[in-house]
């Protein structure tokens, strides 16, 4: 339970790790895609639901209020809708792609992470919100993987010797 200097070498976060060969698509790339993909289609369809929703909180408020709800949920759904496009498209250019559509991908991940997570703790929306944010986070964590980096650098090499 608490560390030792014998600790038995069995220590799961110690084990050695067989390093990427630079053949293939590392395995948190692949995660990553499906972190992203998971994500992307939650968004498109959260997008959907928030954007046509309408008003949907009690009767007896003020009709200014009404349209104030109104007019962020459809900014929260056209954001949403239009990243969840945008990242489906980016993710699948990583493998074959080089350094900026990674940094592309984390810049739209961080600005849809801060818009639904501020929409859900005001409760402008959903706990897909949330969801979502969870996801992108997951996602880019395993974005900037070692072996993400490894296969990334090689591409760019590879574009360089190219031309």
């Known amino acids: 339970m608490f560390p030792t200097p014998a600790s038995g070498g069995d220590d799961p976060n ?11 698509i590392p395995p948190s790339l692949k995660w990553a895609f499906a972190f992203f993909i998971g994500a992307g289609i939650l968004m498109v369809l959260t997008g959907l639901v928030l954007y046509t929703a309408g008003y949907t909180g009690p009767a007896d408020t003020e009709m200014e209020y009404q349209e104030v709800v109104v007019n962020n949920q459809k ?29 592309l991908l984390l ?22 919100l949330a ?21 990334v650098a090689q591409n760019h090499r590879t574009k360089q010797m190219r031309g």
């Open 107 to 128: 810049v739209i991940a961080l600005l849809v992470m801060l818009v639904d997570l501020l929409s859900f703790v005001t409760r402008a929306g959903g706990p897909s």
């Open 75 to 103: 900014f929260i759904g056209l954001v949403n809708g239009l990243a969840g496009i945008v990242v489906a498209a980016l993710i699948s250019q990583v493998p074959r792609g080089g350094k900026n559509i990674r940094r």
């Open 131 to 151: 969801l979502i944010a969870l996801l992108l986070a997951a996602g880019c964590l395993l974005l900037f993987r070692p072996d993400v980096n490894q296969l």
């Open 14 to 24: 110690r084990r050695p790790r067989k390093p990427y060969d630079g053949t293939g």
